[in-house]
T-cell receptor
């Protein structure tokens, strides 16, 4: 059974650029959630995708967008990068929504200069 | 709005001593509650999960947590700390049928030899 994988592991961008982060779900999981974890803080919920549809969103601006593909892998896109977007971005997959256990990937460390 | 509060951003214990990490949640509906552990440069790993089946929940690596509705608490304990327990610990809450998991700010556990 393959766990959750994320790519790339590290990324450096400049302000105003756009970035795409990728996540492969654990086998059999149909739900993907994305979190932003700033240094020294807990993960903050960005949004969740369930069966290719956005199922809920946290307090993040529209320049944070996502996709989920038929194989349940997912992308997080961030446009017009700002310095405060520098963080660890975590992807978590689960079977269904609600209180089901989420399995986290190792994250992508994004640095915006 | 639901929130999770972890008391103490840093906790230091001696090897073999009791570990107690505190978590309080605010919710009018008993939520799902989780404890996760994060080692440096890694994603989050689930330690244990409360789903209303039992108030005392046993998890991996000798950790357990007790749900106390009257105190809206879900503190994490381990009778005897091991050096390998040094990590960041996050308490989190999610509602039945909800899509959003709310994380606390985290508590870094240090274990002294």
């Amino acid at each position: 059974e393959t766990g959750v994988t994320q790519s790339p592991t590290h990324l450096i961008k400049t302000r105003g650029q756009q970035v795409t982060l990728r996540c492969s779900s654990q086998s059999g999981h149909n739900t993907v959630s994305w979190y932003q974890q700033a240094l020294g803080q807990g993960p903050q919920f960005i949004f969740q995708y369930y069966r290719e549809e956005e199922n809920g969103r946290g307090n993040f601006p529209p320049r944070f967008s996502g996709l989920q593909f038929p194989n349940y892998s997912s992308e997080l896109n961030v446009n017009a990068l700002e310095l405060d977007d520098s963080a660890l971005y975590l992807c978590a997959s689960s079977l269904g929504t609600g209180g089901n256990e989420q399995f986290f990937g190792p994250g992508t460390r994004l640095t915006v200069l | 709005a639901q929130s999770v509060t972890q008391l103490g951003s840093h906790v230091s214990v001696s090897e073999g001593a009791l570990v107690l990490l505190r978590c309080n949640y605010s919710s009018s509906v008993p939520p799902y509650l989780f404890w996760y552990v994060q080692y440096p440069n890694q994603g989050l790993q689930l330690l244990l999960k409360y789903t209303s089946a039992a108030t005392l929940v046993k998890g991996i690596n000798g950790f357990e947590a007790e749900f106390k509705k009257s105190e809206t608490s879900f503190h994490l304990t381990k009778p005897s700390a091991h050096m390998s327990d040094a990590a960041e610990y996050f308490c989190a809450a999610g509602n039945t049928g909800g899509f959003k998991t709310i994380f606390g700010a985290g508590t870094r556990l240090f274990v002294k030899a």
